[in-house]
């Protein structure tokens, strides 16, 4: 299994908080990305990043923020969490871009807002 | 744009049958495909992806899928499915012009198997 981490897997929050989802790799792939994945929905990206510090906004990245200080971290952050954001949130890598279609995923993480 | 269709939420078959798990896609361009594979409380995996070569890809686990462009479909099929087969499975088209490409996901078919 690629060693992709990601924590915490189980949160519960109020509406309104902040939370922050932390995805960390020990395969020093330049691509990371963050997915969430809801009932009937499929998966939806939310950010990637293409390296230290360089980020971009995938199709659902309303109420999301990203930063990538180091090749092995990419956290996701949500400064205000809402009820619409309840849902697992994946963190995948690549080596090649998703160009290649390869993606490895993480394990999730299922994050409640109440 | 690219898009792809699921065309059953849920499948259900016996142990040692045929499995057979449809996709439909539209694309502008010549598609990218690609199979996933989530097993419960589990992250995806790809099972084989179609890149333009040959139109029959085999992937893991004994599963294939055919890329038919007259049909415009990219089923997945394997000859006798095991108990260890039950899990969610998702159809992928690559995104061109979307930002670094984006992977399109279909909304999953639920895959079980009964003994």
């Known amino acids: 299994d690629a060693g992709i981490t990601q924590s915490p897997r189980h949160k519960v929050t109020e509406t309104g908080t902040p939370v922050t989802l932390r995805c960390h790799q020990t395969?020093?792939?330049?691509?990371m990305y963050w997915y969430r994945q809801d009932p009937g929905h499929g998966l939806r990206l939310i950010h990637y990043?293409?390296?230290?510090?360089?980020?971009d906004k995938g199709e659902v990245s309303d109420g999301y923020s990203v930063s990538r200080s180091k090749t092995e971290d990419f956290l996701l952050t949500l400064e205000s969490a809402t009820s619409s954001q309840t849902s697992v949130y994946f963190c995948a890598i690549s080596s090649s871009g998703i160009g290649s279609g390869e993606l490895f995923f993480g394990e999730g993480s299922r994050l409640t807002v109440l | 744009a690219q898009s792809v269709t699921q065309l059953d939420s849920h499948v259900s078959v016996s142990e040692g049958t045929p499995v057979l798990l449809r996709c439909n896609y539209s694309s502008s361009y010549s598609p990218s495909l690609f199979w996933y594979v989530q097993h419960p409380n589990k992250g995806l995996q790809l099972l084989l992806k179609y890149t333009s070569a040959a139109t029959l890809v085999k992937g893991i686990n004994g599963f294939e899928a055919e890329f038919k462009k007259s049909e415009t479909s990219f089923h997945l099929t394997k000859p006798s499915a095991h108990m260890s087969d039950a899990a969610e499975y998702f159809c992928v088209v690559r995104n061109y012009g979307g930002s670094q490409g984006n992977l399109i996901f279909g909304k999953g078919t639920k895959l079980s198997v009964k003994p």
């Open positions: 395969e020093n792939h330049r691509y």
């Open positions: 990043s293409y390296g230290v510090k360089d980020t």
